[in-house]
């Protein structure tokens, strides 16, 4: 609208301590945060889960467009897009 940018897309790397590998580490589970910026608060606004979906990028900045503006943080909930995996539930749940 006004060339500012309002959201920002983050691709995380969870560990997920339910799922290691041969050695006992870890295996991270990869997904998409889509935090609102301000003015006003900062916030996360959606999750996709980036391994269970086959186009997570795309679905991150069509949150970003539709939901991060008029996100009200500490109101509203965040968003779970596309298909829901390890990932999204696990940053789900904090």
Request: charged share 30%; net charge positive.
């Given at each position: 609208m006004d060339?500012?940018?309002?959201?920002?897309?983050?691709?995380?790397?969870i560990a997920d301590n339910s799922d290691q590998d041969k050695g006992g580490?870890?295996?991270a589970k990869p997904m998409l945060a889509v935090t609102r910026l301000p003015p006003g608060e900062v916030c996360h606004v959606a999750y996709i889960d980036a391994q269970a979906n086959p186009n997570p990028n795309e679905l991150a900045r069509k949150a970003a467009d539709e939901l991060a503006?008029?996100?009200q943080c500490g109101k509203d909930v965040v968003h779970v897009i596309g298909e829901t995996g390890r990932a999204s539930t696990m940053?789900?749940?904090q």
């Open positions: 060339g500012k940018p309002f959201a920002i897309i983050q691709r995380w790397h580490r870890p295996i503006r008029n996100f940053a789900k749940r």
